[in-house]
């Protein structure tokens, strides 16, 4: 017999199952193996120690307390049944107390968390936030009970909102139309009023000016470009030149080309 | 049947049910938690765990004792994973359970040595055993108090543990043979 066999039989040796030929083998292995044998007997041992063990006595409240627990959750469930096998007023009713209990069972837990003190603490300060912006609002309680819910009534404070409404955007567009036309106003009567002072208007303009565009004034030097000849003296005027040169008609002046280039600021 | 009875809503029937299986499952407890104290609240919530589910028992899977031992075994497998860490941290000088005195493990094995009578020597050799049970692994302690304190034969401890029997087998053969090798050591300590 092999280790293995050995093992695989030991709970049934323990237990009186084993006979015939499977039992000689086995003993015979018990006495040869060095290990299975000293196995054999730890097995033994130990199982002789259980059952050496009795059963403790359970404490005396336990059974009460078992059902004090369970007949709690009984008496709810029962609750809800003797309700439903009395006799019925409507069947409205009894859907109602259905409704309840189910409402009561499913949000207890809700509740549960709700009454802890961080989740009290969120909902007053949510609460003091509501009152003190209907109160920058101009929003008073007292407005909103005098609110009627009548359809009627209802219906009538739609149409009044409506009419507000388009009201206001029509205003809206008499208040454009008019600006429009001061604009034209302003822009036909300006040229006329300023003939030659271009530059001061210019200047406000910059002022208002959105197209994110560079300005004219800074490109003034830079716009020419590298190819543009530049005559180093020019006939500007009646100078000392003037006076020294012997042609002044055909000065013959030297021509110098400059090469520009944009100043990066 | 008791367990159709009880789900129709007789009070009696649970009543019935609790009063019959109360000892067994508090053993279980006791054997598996190593605590008085444990074992109590453990076998309450064990039934108000049965109760809760008692519906969902069908007698074609098994015995009742069966389902009743699969619900308190997963139960106090959850205790000891959540209880794990205490347990590692528990020394030599803790009290190991109520029916104990109160008496911490070492000054059992000490009084070992001079018993007053055989009834005391029976309790502190029981108490010994007890102690020597909760140090072996949750594995090989649910198999050894379903085979040798509840008598349940393998295919149902198969069913409970939810491994194959020959498993089974193994776990009760390396258990005992642990136990017998903690009682050696307690013994030869007090020797």
């Not at chain 1, 000689?24 to 196995?39: E, I, N, T, W, Y």
């Not at chain 1, 109160?135 to 007292?142: C, D, Q, Y």
């Not at chain 2, 347990?87 to 070992?112: G, N, V």
Request: proline share 5%; hydrophobic share 40%.
């Amino acid at each position: 017999m092999q280790c293995v066999e050995f093992d695989g039989l030991l709970t049934d040796a323990l237990d009186g199952v084993l006979t015939g030929g499977q039992l000689d083998r086995f003993q015979a292995h018990s006495r040869s193996c060095s290990v299975c044998g000293p196995l054999f007997a730890e097995v033994g041992a130990g199982r002789s120690w259980l059952k050496d063990l009795t059963e403790v006595e359970p404490p005396a409240g336990l059974v009460t307390n078992i059902l004090a627990c369970t007949t709690g959750v009984d008496t709810q469930r029962l609750g809800v049944n003797v309700s439903a096998a009395q006799p019925r007023i409507s069947w409205i009713a009894a859907r109602w107390e259905g409704v309840q209990a189910w409402a009561s069972g499913a949000m207890l837990p809700i509740w549960g968390t709700v009454r802890q003190p961080r989740f009290a603490m969120s909902f007053g300060m949510a609460f003091f936030s509501l009152s003190v912006a209907l109160s920058v609002l101009g929003v008073k309680p007292a407005d909103l009970r005098q609110i009627s819910l009548r359809p009627t009534a209802i219906r009538h404070t739609y149409y009044n909102t409506q009419a507000r409404v388009v009201r206001y955007y029509d205003n809206i567009k008499l208040v454009y139309e008019v600006q429009a036309a001061v604009r034209e106003l302003k822009r036909n009567v300006a040229p006329a009023e300023r003939p030659a002072g271009e530059a001061a208007p210019d200047k406000k303009d910059h002022k208002n000016d959105t197209t994110q565009q560079p300005e004219q004034k800074q490109d003034r030097n830079y716009s020419q470009n590298e190819g543009h000849l530049i005559l180093a003296c020019a006939p500007l005027g009646p100078s000392v030149f003037d006076q020294l040169s012997p042609d002044p008609v055909n000065p013959d002046l030297p021509v110098v080309s400059v090469t520009t280039y944009r100043r990066l600021v | 049947m008791l367990v159709r009875r009880c789900v129709a809503g007789d009070a009696a029937a649970w009543e019935e049910i609790v009063q019959t299986y109360n000892r067994r499952i508090y053993n279980i407890c006791y054997r598996f938690a190593g605590s008085a104290d444990d074992a109590q609240d453990l076998a309450q919530e064990v039934f108000i765990k049965m109760y809760r589910t008692l519906a969902s028992y069908d007698s074609s899977k098994g015995a009742f004792v069966t389902w009743v031992t699969t619900i308190t075994r997963n139960l106090l497998v959850d205790h000891f994973r959540k209880t794990k860490q205490d347990r590692i941290t528990d020394s030599l000088d803790a009290a190991t359970s109520a029916h104990e005195d109160a008496l911490p493990l070492s000054e059992q094995i000490q009084d070992q040595s001079a018993p007053p009578d055989a009834r005391v020597r029976s309790r502190e050799v029981q108490e010994a055993v007890h102690a020597a049970l909760a140090k072996l692994s949750p594995e090989l302690r649910e198999a050894l108090i379903l085979r040798d304190l509840q008598d349940f034969d393998y295919r149902e401890i198969a069913t409970v543990l939810k491994v194959p029997e020959g498993t089974v087998k193994s776990r009760i053969n390396r258990g005992r043979a642990e136990l017998a090798r903690l009682m050696q050591r307690t013994y030869r300590q007090v020797m």
